[in-house]
């Protein structure tokens, strides 16, 4: 029961973060972290779990408007990398996650504290993508939206922009099988991939996503990062 | 590069060829076919569908194949069905406005089995205004087009107008495919292909469209137990002017020959998606029938492109199933082939 209880905590303490990040995202606004997430005790916890779920995608926005972030989100960021360095035996995207989250905490800590965070290491290996179905690249991509962000260069990203019209049959499949989350992580890919055919039709695509699974705030999040990403008229 | 195990395709084949000879006599009509009330999906519709997967799997097997003699006796007893032709003036003159008539036919007469007093009187009604104005939807429009050219009959009007109206022709997003829309895309693929005998009847955007995505479609009805679409996606998919990818033919056919019967059936929809298929009880006639010919039609065009045609045995000369002309040599074959834009 302690357990079930735990795991509603946090999936709540994801939903609200998540929503939080939607909310910056709309309206160019620093991210609030809301809730009781930002003190110390046992919900600091579970908001450094719910925040290890939603990666660098917290402080999407900053990112994406080049201002820093507020001084409780970023604190609980940095303590989420700290405390979460991913064990020699994680999964590939576990591994890809935190790197992705260290590489965004050295960008957006830097330049307000004088003292950069340390730099995020060597990009991991990428090999586990190289051949693999489209239908698992998708799933892979999608667990790992947080790296479509403009100007991204790392290998995943690149694996990404090898195979469009994979990624968009990944899509397709998705919304078929009413995975949502799967499919806005896949939508937010798309905005940034050249060669994806236009037959697609990702924005309304996004839209649909967004009426049929957007009450779900992780996937409001990334459908309202696609569409930043796509305003923003940026190219990985 | 995925191999694909054609043996194993060939292996469905013959197994749901040989549940459709085992029940034959599910397919031959009864009074109830001639009744202007009849229930012609019960009638018609399977003795129709039976004979037009018999002739398009013998237009794709060498005639040394036990296959070919093996259909070519069905599309025989599905003929004496019709009374060699005959019963079609029959039933036009129970419902001489009606359209399934010269559907089922057509069939019959693209085979070179033909009734002269049927066609005469068909073309008479053909050209009333009436039988032109008659409003079908536009998957089936295309379907009473091609049934009339078979059948001698030919109206100014032309296919491209009726395919552009079709979800398929209208190019829709993708991810809007459902069970109803993947009926009516397949259709208008075999109306434009002849039912697979040429791939040049397929305009480039569509051939571009589907070869696009089709393998999320047909994943998808795949997981879903959707084994008939599924078989009928494999056909458009081999329909094609570029061959299919093997990987995509390899996980397919696997996953049909899992969920077809000892005897060779295979249902329309799995009952129970997700659960391991082809172990629930032996499915009656009427839940399987359709998606057993599916299987065999979609297995006889797989083999045949990508072998260029079995011996009788189903091996190469050097005993080993094909003839060893890889699936990559076909983009050679097929891929410069000009289509129609």
Redesign the interface.
Known sequence: MEQSGTSALLQGAVQDLSSDVVSALRGGDHVRVSGGAAVDGPESSIAVAAVRVIGADLLLPHVLSRTPPAPEALGLFRQTVEAYPPRADAAPTVVWSHWAMSRTLHRLDAPRSGSPADEPGAEPDAGWLDGT???FLTHQLAVLAPLAVPGEDCVVARAARRRP?DV??????A???RDWQQ?AGAGRWLTLLDGV?D???LE??LD?VELMGGSDPRVALQVEAARALRWAGALV | MTAVDVRAIREVEVAALAWVSAHRGDFALGDDAFTADGHVDLTWKPLGELAQTCASVRRHTVPSDPLHACVSDLLGFAWQQTGRGELFLRLQRLEPFATYPLEVYSVFAGAGLRHAGYEAAAATVARTRGWRLAEQEPTRRLGILGAERRSGIHRPERAEQALRRTWLGG?????A?ERSAGYALTHVVFHLTDWGRTARGVPADLA??LA??L???L??CL?AGMWDLGCELLIVATSLPRPPDP?LLQEAWTRIARAQHDSGALRVQDPDPGQYAGTDPEPDFLPCYHSTLMAAYAAALTVERLTGGLDENGLDENGRGGRGRHADDLQNRYGGQGVPG
Request: proline share 13%.
């Open positions: 179905t489209w239908q019209v968009a049959r990944g899509f397709v499949r919304v078929r099988r499919a055919p037959t697609l039709g309304s695509g649909f | 190019l829709p997003e993708p991810w495919f571009a469209y696009d995505w393998p999320p479609w994943d998808t997981d990987a």
